[in-house]
């Protein structure tokens, strides 16, 4: 039985991690993200291939496994899938340079609650992991924007949305300064080049973002654009 990111994250970064990665220098690099995490030396298990991945996952418990996808003995995706049959508990994020929507959508079928792209520098990736202990669901930027392109292109396949349907109005308004915000993550911007566009710190923009997901009630950057739109916010 699947269960919800949030029921999943109470401990993500206390608990040991699991890298599954075949690659040396990522794997020393995963090593340097997964540092600035937690609340010592991390305790991390690694895996070259899905083989190992399984066994130590029957073995030991832990807070979270980084996946790539490119492994020697078949796809993450397998593994994830896997994962979620036999061990749900266990959130699962793909760090991939993969991002063919293929491969990105089966991940995400999968049980994926997360897919970062290795493009990002290790600050980023840092970041985008620690949302996870506020329930977030980190998506790359440039991966998000591809979703919504997706969901742009698929717009006269869904239905109608009539005038009782409509959502009710925030309960609490966007800030002018939010709502630009919003407008850039909506064109798939990543912290760093808010940042840059609006003059501000990368931790003022961390905090813009952490505002609008709490207005908007969701726990990404595709809910948040995707709920933007229906409210009327973005054009």
């Given at each position: 039985?699947?269960i919800s990111?949030?029921?999943a994250?109470?401990?993500?970064?206390?608990?040991p991690?699991?890298?599954v990665?075949?690659?040396p220098?990522m794997?020393e690099?995963?090593?340097?993200?997964l540092?600035?995490?937690?609340?010592g030396?991390?305790?991390?298990?690694w895996?070259?291939?899905i083989?190992?991945?399984k066994?130590l996952?029957?073995?030991?418990s832990?807070g979270i496994?980084l996946?790539?996808?490119g492994?020697?003995?078949?796809?993450g995706?397998?593994?994830?899938?896997?994962?979620?049959t036999l061990?749900p508990?266990?959130?699962a994020?793909?760090i991939?340079?993969w991002?063919?929507?293929?491969?990105?959508?089966?991940a995400l079928?999968?049980g994926a609650?997360g897919?970062?792209l290795?493009?990002?520098?290790?600050?980023?990736?840092?970041?985008?992991l620690?949302s996870?202990?506020?329930?977030?669901?980190?998506i790359d930027?440039?991966i998000a924007r591809?979703?919504?392109?997706?969901?742009?292109?698929q717009?006269p396949l869904?239905?109608?949305?009539?005038?009782?349907?409509?959502p009710?109005p925030l309960p609490v308004?966007?800030?002018?300064?939010?709502?630009k915000i919003l407008?850039?993550?909506?064109?798939?911007?990543?912290?760093r080049?808010?940042?840059e566009s609006?003059?501000?710190s990368r931790?003022?923009?961390e905090?813009h973002?952490?505002?609008i997901?709490?207005?908007?009630a969701v726990?990404?950057?595709?809910?948040?654009v995707y709920q933007a739109?229906?409210?009327?916010?973005?054009?």
């Amino acid at each position: 039985m699947s269960i919800s990111p949030s029921e999943a994250i109470e401990a993500v970064f206390l608990n040991p991690s699991l890298v599954v990665e075949d690659d040396p220098a990522m794997r020393e690099r995963l090593g340097r993200v997964l540092s600035t995490l937690g609340g010592g030396e991390p305790q991390i298990a690694w895996a070259d291939s899905i083989a190992t991945a399984k066994e130590l996952l029957d073995a030991r418990s832990f807070g979270i496994a980084l996946v790539d996808i490119g492994l020697p003995d078949g796809s993450g995706v397998e593994l994830i899938d896997w994962m979620q049959t036999l061990h749900p508990k266990v959130p699962a994020v793909v760090i991939s340079a993969w991002r063919t929507e293929e491969t990105i959508f089966a991940a995400l079928r999968a049980g994926a609650i997360g897919y970062l792209l290795k493009e990002r520098d290790d600050l980023e990736l840092g970041i985008a992991l620690r949302s996870i202990e506020q329930g977030g669901s980190p998506i790359d930027p440039a991966i998000a924007r591809h979703i919504l392109g997706w969901l742009a292109a698929q717009r006269p396949l869904l239905p109608a949305v009539s005038v009782a349907d409509a959502p009710a109005p925030l309960p609490v308004a966007l800030t002018p300064r939010e709502r630009k915000i919003l407008e850039l993550v909506a064109q798939g911007l990543s912290n760093r080049d808010m940042a840059e566009s609006l003059s501000i710190s990368r931790l003022t923009v961390e905090c813009h973002t952490k505002n609008i997901y709490r207005k908007l009630a969701v726990s990404s950057r595709t809910e948040a654009v995707y709920q933007a739109r229906r409210h009327g916010l973005l054009h």
